[in-house]
């Protein structure tokens, strides 16, 4: 356990230093450490030093806290979810959130054309999805974790093609590449005020879904089993998933939809520290993380034009991924 | 004490599940529960658990309710041992029987404690060697043993098992209801009075080799209550499962009359 500790605090700060060497401002670690003794020491900074810091401070750092807090929020809820479904194979968009927050993005863009409304309705929809799932899942009385998927799936197919009415609608030359470039995740639009006022609720939700490992086990035993090792069954795993799907949609409103983070993280994390969640979730969010600030730096010097982060997701995670099934391959016989 | 009064219930309002169940529970006890297939015993277990929604007043356990009972006090009154369960992931056995504690301590995390009284109980299942191997590369009566070693660590008086032996080899079987009648002579972890073990089996020289009392249940009402020598007999048997005394001859016969059953 301690050894994991220290494993992830190496890895995250190796991440946050190789992040913020990276980019097209160039300097190296040599200018960095020269800039923190002149910070340190009260000197007066040379103008270099002074665009340096602007850059550091301005740019880079907003990027940074923005790629650790997506990554670190979308695998830990996605870690969540897998124990709250009993199944490995649930992402954090299984009942909905992704699907509803890119028709609320549409909305906004092809009807407001506003920045602020897209957010705010992407969040929105992406809550009111996951709603309408648990909604469905109702319908059915005495009703089975089963049927709550099936509901997602529902939920995702309806806000699914409403989205593709919206981009046939969209003017084509204005809306649609910016509804299509949002869909794909970006962290062009963070800003400092964003990041301000979103970024203290995730911190928040990545905190709480991280200790929620002792009753996630036991919740991952199934309703009867868990309510019989003294668990309100109901209530407990009603406030996870909630927890889970609001951090979700929050992620979303500073990047846009980011695939496949929250469903190969906690895979891969399960291969390196184990099932059990009481490490498994902290494990997540510190891996998707760290996983996040590699694929944006990844990002960042493939190219000077703004790639979207959402295509490189897969393309990094995948290779990991198969990676990670190979190492383990003795467990899957 | 658990004391069952009028207890019935239905799944669907057309085809009742059990009718009219009345009948007390009193420590120290091994009860053995049986019945044809859909006879209602896993009904009734989950009923006594508070799994169904039961109308109140119909079980009550140490006086409390079920029905009103918060599921952490519950926990401390009952414990529950599954048939073999199905979750995806691979917990270290430690981990699994450490859920037995789940509703106590912080919310966050088991205290040295709660790891003392995990231990103790794999140790009184002889499984402590297997603490820190994963669970779901355990044998299957292994696996019993563990949820067994968890109910332990649960701290409960009383033990609810859905037919415990079920896809378990011979000797397993045995081992397993032997472990059982020896738990149940020890007493519990903690506390200074007797476990009382309620379970279902299909087996009736499973009921005889633990002793003990035998419910037979018969389309949701009890057909027989009393000490196992005196119900599971043969007539006993003939009259629950329906079958001709010829019949139950043949398969004793076949058993070489060790179980001292004769029509």
């Known amino acids: 356990m301690i050894r994991h500790l220290e494993v992830a605090l190496f890895a995250i700060f190796g991440a946050i230093m190789v992040s913020l060497l990276i980019g097209r401002y160039g300097f190296d670690f040599h200018d960095l450490m020269s800039l923190s003794k002149a910070l340190l020491a009260g000197q007066e900074l040379t103008m270099k030093q002074h665009e340096i810091l602007f850059v550091l401070i301005k740019i880079r750092l907003p990027r940074i806290v923005a790629a650790m807090l997506v990554g670190a929020g979308l695998a830990v809820s996605g870690g969540a979810y897998q124990a709250m479904f009993l199944n490995p194979l649930v992402s954090p968009g299984i009942l909905g959130v992704l699907s509803g927050a890119s028709f609320g993005a549409a909305l906004g863009i092809v009807f407001f054309r506003s920045m602020i409304m897209t957010q705010v309705l992407a969040f929105c929809m992406g809550c009111a999805a996951v709603g309408l799932a648990i909604l469905l899942s109702t319908l059915v009385r005495r009703s089975s974790l089963l049927v709550m998927l099936l509901g997602g799936m529902i939920s995702a197919a309806l806000f699914g093609s409403l989205t593709s009415l919206l981009k046939f609608l969209a003017d084509p030359n204005k809306e649609l590449p910016e509804l299509v470039y949002w869909l794909m995740g970006s962290f062009a639009r963070v800003n400092e005020e964003t990041l301000l006022w979103i970024g203290l609720p995730i911190v928040g939700l990545i905190i709480y879904l991280s200790v929620q490992g002792k009753v996630a086990n036991v919740l991952s035993m199934g309703d009867e089993e868990a309510l019989s090792l003294g668990v309100a069954v109901k209530r407990t795993r009603l406030q996870i998933i909630l927890?889970?799907?609001?951090?979700?949609?929050?992620?979303?409103?500073?990047?846009?939809?980011v695939q496949w983070v929250g469903l190969v993280i906690p895979h891969i994390m399960r291969f390196v520290v184990g099932p059990d969640n009481r490490v498994l979730l902290p494990a997540s969010a510190i891996g998707g993380a760290v996983f996040m600030l590699g694929t944006d730096a990844v990002v960042r010097s493939v190219s000077t034009a703004e790639l979207p982060i959402g295509v490189f997701t897969s393309l990094v995670a995948l290779p990991l991924f198969i990676l990670s099934l190979y190492v383990n391959r003795r467990n899957w016989k | 004490m658990i004391q069952v009064s009028q207890l019935s219930f239905a799944y669907s309002k057309k085809h009742p599940v059990l009718r009219n169940l009345n009948f007390i529970i009193e420590p120290g006890e091994i009860i053995n529960i049986l019945g044809p297939n859909g006879c209602g015993k896993s009904t009734l277990l989950r009923a006594i658990l508070g799994f169904l929604p039961l109308l109140p007043g119909q079980v009550h356990i140490n006086g409390h309710d079920v029905v009103s009972l918060r599921p952490q006090r519950l926990?401390?009154?009952?414990?529950?041992?599954?048939?073999?369960?199905?979750?995806?992931?691979?917990?270290?056995?430690?981990?699994?029987?450490?859920?037995?504690?789940?509703?106590?301590g912080p919310w966050y995390k088991y205290t040295r404690e709660d790891h003392d009284i995990a231990r103790d109980a794999l140790h009184r299942v002889r499984l402590l060697d297997l603490a820190s191997r994963p669970?779901?590369?355990?044998?299957?009566?292994?696996?019993?043993?563990?949820?067994?070693?968890?109910?332990?660590?649960?701290?409960?008086?009383?033990?609810?098992?859905?037919?415990?032996?079920t896809g378990l080899d011979y000797s397993n079987q045995f081992y397993l209801l032997e472990t059982i009648r020896e738990l149940s002579a020890q007493g519990g972890a903690q506390k200074t009075g007797k476990l009382i073990f309620i379970l279902t089996t299909h087996h009736p020289e499973h009921a005889l080799f633990l002793g003990g009392r035998a419910l037979l249940i018969q389309k949701g009402q009890l057909l027989a209550d009393g000490p196992v020598e005196a119900v599971v007999t043969a007539q006993g048997i003939c009259d629950l499962y329906g079958i001709k005394p010829q019949f139950l001859d043949k398969i004793i016969n076949s058993y070489g009359k060790q179980y001292g059953m004769a029509c």
């Open chain 2, 75 to 104: 926990a401390r009154l009952l414990s529950y041992v599954p048939q073999m369960h199905n979750t995806p992931f691979n917990y270290q056995v430690l981990d699994v029987v450490l859920m037995g504690r789940v509703f106590s």
């Open chain 2, 135 to 165: 669970y779901q590369h355990l044998s299957g009566g292994q696996r019993q043993l563990v949820l067994i070693a968890r109910a332990l660590a649960q701290g409960a008086d009383y033990f609810i098992m859905d037919e415990p032996v």
């Open chain 1, 243 to 257: 927890a889970a799907t609001l951090l979700s949609a929050l992620t979303v409103i500073l990047t846009g939809i």
